[in-house]
């Protein structure tokens, strides 16, 4: 069954650290991997895409990498600032034929 | 103005009420999608649409039914609105890739739907 997992459900950190969300998918054939942000009452908005020759990417504070083996990837937030509390959303795409699996997200609290 | 315009933000209605979602996009991409989004849960596909002509049903369709009226909108109808429809509903796009099965998904800003 293709399942996205995340951990985890949510986090508190302080303003100015650094955080580290996780994501295993067992969606097979694997085409690619997202990182969304949802801000309170807001649609998610795209942060990094990965595919399967790919291990990291940034996005300014934001790095990603992904383990194609292990089917995991990491989202690691830099020097944390108070906009970086959202929710974070893993979302694994197959290839061949339409399925994008979403998973449940993160929930990041950055607090002064 | 947004780029993925949906209405109504909110909305309140009975049980065995019709409501209808309305979804326009000023992107010109060719893809739609109707997503919920429950507490706890990942955003789960109601329906998609590939083009105009082009209407499929996603993993928890039953309940619901799509218009696409044109490239830029469609519309999720709730032909009889019961309270386990209560959630929260996103309308995105997206732009056909070739080297990938999916392009970057763009949400609205969310209809938020309670059903009482």
């Known amino acids: 069954k293709n399942q996205v997992e995340q951990s985890p459900q949510s986090l508190i950190i302080l303003e100015g650290k650094n955080c580290t969300l996780q994501?295993?998918?067992?969606?097979?054939?694997?085409?690619?991997l997202r990182w969304y942000k949802q801000d309170t009452g807001r649609g998610p908005v795209s942060l990094t895409i990965?595919?399967?020759?790919?291990n990291t990417k940034s996005n300014g504070r934001y790095t990603a990498t992904l383990d194609a083996d292990t089917k995991q990837s990491s989202l690691h937030i830099t020097a944390s600032q108070l906009s970086d509390s959202a929710s974070y959303i893993c979302?694994?795409?197959?290839?061949?034929?339409?399925?994008?699996?979403f998973g449940a997200g993160t929930r990041l609290f950055v607090k002064a | 103005d947004a780029d993925v315009t949906q209405t109504p933000r909110n909305r309140i209605t009975k049980t065995g009420k019709r409501i209808m979602l309305e979804c326009s996009q000023t992107?010109?991409?060719?893809?739609m999608y109707w997503y919920r989004q429950d507490p706890g849960l990942g955003l789960r596909l109601i329906y998609y649409?590939?083009?105009?002509?082009?209407?499929n049903k996603g993993e928890i369709s039953d309940g619901y039914s799509v218009s696409r009226q044109a490239q830029a909108k469609f519309s999720l109808s709730l032909e009889s609105a019961i309270p386990n429809q209560t959630a929260l509903y996103f309308c995105?796009?997206?732009?056909?890739?070739?080297?990938?099965?999916?392009?970057?998904?763009?949400f609205g800003e969310g209809s938020r739907l309670t059903v009482l």
């Open positions: 995105a796009t997206s732009d056909f890739q070739i080297n990938a099965n999916t392009g970057e998904l763009f």
């Open positions: 994501c295993n998918y067992t969606v097979s054939p694997f085409s690619n």
């Open positions: 990965m595919t399967f020759s790919e």
């Open positions: 979302v694994v795409s197959a290839a061949g034929g339409f399925k994008t699996i």
């Open positions: 992107k010109g991409h060719d893809r």
């Open positions: 649409s590939f083009d105009v002509k082009d209407i």
